[in-house]
């Protein structure tokens, strides 16, 4: 008698290496695919090079007045491919794995980073309004007495 086919293993660490990094990189945080498989020089570099161009981007559709918005978005989404598509192979040529720790990680840096800079937005928002004597809305509405 034969002995029953095992199961074979497939490993998907470069195609979820590839959505990490198309994902997060739709939402600005490009690189995170290259910090799952581990690579965090990479994901250094291009984390920071990305928000440098999204910076020089945004600077120049204000001098353009939005006229080069459009040309930038499209050339985005083909970086983020692009740069999925290369952590991919990374994995595939390297045999990589992947680690969620590190994007669990990365997940809740963003999530206290935003709230920080809500913190700071809000705070910035009431000393400006209460410097410039703008009367701030009173949380509770205030009856008036009944004669």
């Known amino acids: 008698m034969s002995q029953p ?5 497939v490993d998907s660490t470069d ?3 590839m959505i990490i990094e198309i994902v997060f990189g739709l939402f600005f945080v490009m690189g995170v695919g290259w910090l799952y498989v581990g690579n965090v020089a990479v994901f250094v570099t291009v984390l920071l090079g990305y928000w440098l ?3 020089i981007e945004v600077t ?3 001098f353009s ?3 080069l918005a459009c040309l930038f978005y499209p050339l985005n989404i083909v970086l983020v491919i692009v740069s999925g598509v290369r952590a991919r192979d990374y994995v595939r040529q390297t045999k990589a794995k992947g680690s969620a720790i590190n994007v669990l ?6 999530i206290l980073g935003l709230c920080l800079a809500w913190l700071i937005f809000v705070m910035v928002l009431g000393e400006t309004a209460s410097s410039l004597n703008i009367p701030t809305p009173h949380p509770w509405p205030t009856l008036a007495p009944l004669r």
């Open 105 to 110: 990680a990365v997940v809740v840096i963003l």
């Open 65 to 67: 007045f939005g006229c």
């Open 53 to 55: 161009l999204v910076g």
């Open 5 to 9: 086919a095992r199961p074979q293993y």
């Open 60 to 62: 120049l559709t204000i």
């Open 15 to 17: 195609t979820i290496a």
